[in-house]
Each structure stands twice: as structure tokens, then as C-alpha cells.
């Protein structure tokens, strides 16, 4: 009886599916305890303690998606929130799932630039799952070293949990590209946790970033590194 009612539920939830493919998303993002355990410079680490909790918001529809933090006018002053520095600040992050198109809009001296970024490449394990407030999850990580503006190496590892039953390629942030929705996912320094997922009976306008131009990522290095 049990394994029936599993099959009809999946049954009933693939149907909802169908019917609707445009979503909104609410993502709570936090500091990776782990990170703030490994930081040994005492100001950086009391910046960390302070940071609190910030909400993402993850809208998509069945080809595009756009990614931006919840505004919150009471956290602007005081000591800066490294949460949201590295959950996205403040810029609109936009995916296609069709021709894999990933555009990050953001300031430079008050003035917008779109930064095309290259999509990642994930290794899906096909042995680890988990429940994400209910949904079962696959496994995303890609791991590689990268060299710091200090000529440091350090690694960068992300940790992305899917679900194939909803399967659109999106995701908070640069979390996107895989067979499935991205529920949970974390870096070495940040979190996101799903809070909840609200489903549309009309497909959403996704505006695409338009208010400057589109210049590639090493572009956009060479000029952040003029002032």
C-alpha cells in the first residue's frame, strides 16, 4: 500500500509538472561553518561570525532563468555581510538552458556590465542520493584548483544536489546546467538551502540583462584590475 501511494504521488507530481514550467524558487543562504573553522586572520573571522542569513530568488520558465538576492535595506550599514558578498551581491544572474548562455550583470563604478561566463562542467555520481525537503536528489561536484589574484593555488569545490523529477537545468546562483533543478548546493564558502518552491499556471517573463555591454570574464578582470 505504501509503495503504491509513492507510485501515485510521483504520478500526480510529474502531471503538475507538465502542465506548469515556470517556477519561483526562494533559496536561504549561509556561511559554510567549515570555512569559518579554516580562516585564521582574527578580523576575517569575526566578519564571518557576524554575517547573517540572506533569501535568494530563483525565477525560471522552460528555456530561462534569473537569479538575484531579496533586497534588504536594514542590512546596508555596519559591518559587511560576507553571506550575501558571496551569494551573489548584487547582481542578476541569468541562464538559457537551450543554447547554455550564462550572463552575470554588475557594477563597475556605478556603471553595468554583463560578464559572459563559461557554464561548468559537473561529475554526476550515480550512487549518492538524498531527500531535499522531500524531493530525491542527485549529486553534482566539480572540484579544480584556481589561482588567486595573491599567485596562490587553492581549490574550489562545489557540491550541487539535483532533482531529476524537475527537469529543468537551473539553479541558484552559478549552480546551473545539470539534468534537474538544484535544491542544494554549497562552495567553499557559502550554502543555499531550498526554502520553498512556488509553481505558475502561466509561463513567467524572464528579462534577459540588457543595461550594458557583454564582455567575457577575462575582460572584465583586466578592467577591475585598472582601479
Partial sequence: MKKLLTIILIFLFQVIIAQTNSATV????????????????????????????????????????????????????????????????????????????????????????????????????????????????KKAIRKRSEINDAGLTKKAELTAWFCPEIPVHFGPERFHGLPGLVLECKSNIVKFELEKITWHKEELKINKPNSGEIISEEEFKNRAGRF
Avoid at 526562494?26 to 573571522?45: A, G, P, Q
Avoid at 535568494?56 to 555596519?78: C, H, P, Q, R, V
Fill in 26 to 137: 526562494i533559496y536561504k543562504i549561509n556561511l559554510n561553518k567549515d570555512s569559518i573553522h579554516n580562516v585564521s586572520d582574527k578580523f576575517v573571522k569575526e566578519m564571518m561570525e557576524q554575517s547573517d542569513s540572506v533569501y535568494a530568488t530563483l525565477k525560471f520558465n522552460s528555456k530561462e532563468s534569473i537569479y538575484y538576492l531579496d533586497f534588504d535595506i536594514s542590512k546596508m550599514y555596519g559591518t559587511p555581510n560576507l553571506t550575501r558578498i558571496f551569494g551573489g551581491s548584487d547582481n542578476l544572474i541569468y541562464y538559457n538552458q537551450e543554447n547554455k548562455e550564462y550572463l552575470s550583470e554588475t557594477l563597475v563604478l556605478d556603471y553595468p556590465v554583463i560578464i559572459s561566463k563559461e557554464p561548468i562542467e559537473w561529475e554526476i555520481s550515480n550512487e549518492e542520493t538524498k531527500l531535499v525537503n522531500g524531493y530525491l536528489c
